[in-house]
């Protein structure tokens, strides 16, 4: 239930062909977090599963804060360590405890935790600057840190404790804009796995997973095309997310969003319609992944990618852009847009629920976009579509064991044409979270 900051925290820290699903888009209400007193500008950052959002607003000083909302209180101020003029919170966890970073006394940057109105200085690896990326509900803290040499190391914090992880093997330090570095870690879940990146031996940056207890890093290793990759977002299955780069120049256009599992590896996201880049920032427990992916003209928009289908969220708040930054486990989405007038401000895609009979009627769409494109044939997409249409009718006659066994054997079909080795593996097993998902939501 955290993000990256693409445009900023990057700064710290193939042409890919995927089958684009024409699809019945998910509803959203949209609810704009607002301001600080007398401030024009916020951006969110993470939510959690009580729906409290974390993130950075301006104030009337032109100061920049770190800001906790909920939606009793609206928008509350957290401060900054030692009364300086900067902070921002980049996450929160379910206990209400949130991490960021804020200038200290020496006008360095540190890593903070925040915790029932007290802001708590964690310190570096004995460098000068620091920032807090995730927590969890064990109040571990993962981010990135500057030893004593003035390279930043990935660093988990834990009961008072903040060690340097390691890097992969023969990893050397780099050099970015925002200094020298081996690595940062940016996301850590409910198991304390934890992701992130490190340099590699011959200087490029790739994707890892660090396992507890040990935290021997695991290369992720990157999309065919490209040459470095920084992991983002982790959930309670181990399921990574993050983005890939074609170069390192660090423009969005190089980014290509990835999802990875120890099963099948590192797999591409795709784009938006026009579009040239894309990152992934978080994924939940069920496997939606929010982020961000540029248009027609190089228009930003947040995304939301579940089973198998990218669909742009829009400008929820009448402007140009939009930026997904998080997702908590009820596919509340903490982000943020421009208004009319050109503010920035943070906002909250909350999901509308759609019917069994409507997700069934993306399901059939999304099995003749498979014939369309040539992955199956007429007969094999007449074989599901007729156990899809079975499924409907069966449900508008409130005659729901019957639905489930049609969407059943239609995951059986799934699963033998995968096992065939005709229908592609990623294709296959999001229609199948996909029906599965329907019969859950059938059985209550």
């Known amino acids: 239930m955290k993000r990256l900051s693409i445009f ?4 710290l820290a193939v042409t890919l062909i995927t089958l684009s699903f024409s699809v019945e888009a998910q509803n959203f209400t949209v609810t704009d977090l607002g301001l600080l007193p007398g401030g024009t500008y916020s951006f969110s950052t993470s939510i959690n599963n009580q729906g409290k959002v974390v993130g950075e607003a301006d104030t009337s000083t032109g100061e920049f804060h770190a800001f906790l909302w909920d939606s009793v209180g609206g928008m509350q101020d957290l401060g900054t360590l030692a009364g300086r003029t900067f902070s921002s919170a980049n996450d929160i966890n379910n206990l209400g405890q949130v991490v960021g970073s804020s200038f200290t006394n020496q006008n360095d940057v540190h890593p903070f935790l925040w915790d029932n109105g007290l802001m708590i200085d964690l310190g570096t690896l004995a460098g000068n600057t620091g920032f807090a990326q995730s927590i969890n509900d064990t109040e571990q803290v993962v981010g990135g840190a500057q030893t004593i040499d ?29 200094g020298m570095s081996r690595g940062a870690a940016f996301g850590i879940n409910s198991v304390g796995q934890i992701v992130g990146w490190s340099t590699t031996v011959d200087g490029k940056r790739h994707a890892v997973l660090w396992e507890p207890p040990t ?35 660090s423009t969005f256009q190089s980014f290509r969003a990835f999802i990875w599992d120890s099963l099948v590896g590192m797999q591409p996201l795709g784009l938006l319609p026009g579009g040239s880049g894309s990152a992934a920032s978080d994924i939940n427990n069920s496997d939606q992944v929010v982020g961000e992916a540029d248009t027609t003209g190089g228009f930003f928009r947040g995304f939301i990618l579940s089973v198998g289908v990218m669909q742009d969220l829009g400008i929820p708040l009448g402007g140009t852009y939009s930026l997904a930054e998080s997702i908590n486990e009820s596919g509340q989405i903490a982000g943020e847009g421009d208004t009319v007038i050109g503010e920035t401000h943070a906002v909250i895609w909350t999901p509308v629920s759609l019917s069994p009979q409507q997700q069934i009627g993306i399901l059939t769409t999304n099995v003749e976009t498979l014939v369309t494109t040539g992955i199956l044939n007429q007969g094999q997409g007449n074989a599901l579509t007729s156990k899809l249409e079975a499924a409907i009718s069966m449900l508008n006659k409130s005659n729901e064991n019957t639905a489930i066994n049609q969407l059943q054997a239609f995951i059986n079909q799934i699963e033998a044409l995968i096992m065939g080795g005709i229908l592609p593996v990623n294709e296959g097993q999001s229609l199948i979270e996909a029906a599965n998902n329907i019969i859950n939501l059938i059985t209550g």
Do not use: R
Request: net charge negative; charged share 10%; glycine share 14%.
């Open 215 to 249: 935290y021997t890093p695991i290369d992720l290793g990157i999309l065919p095309g490209t040459i470095s990759s920084l992991a983002i977002g982790i959930n309670d299955t181990g399921k990574v997310v993050g983005f890939a780069l074609i170069d390192e120049s």
């Open 150 to 178: 003035g390279v930043f190391h990935a660093f988990l914090w834990n009961a008072g404790t903040m060690q340097s992880l390691p890097t992969l093997p023969g990893g050397i330090v780099i050099t970015l804009p925002g």
């Open 8 to 11: 900023c925290d990057l700064m």
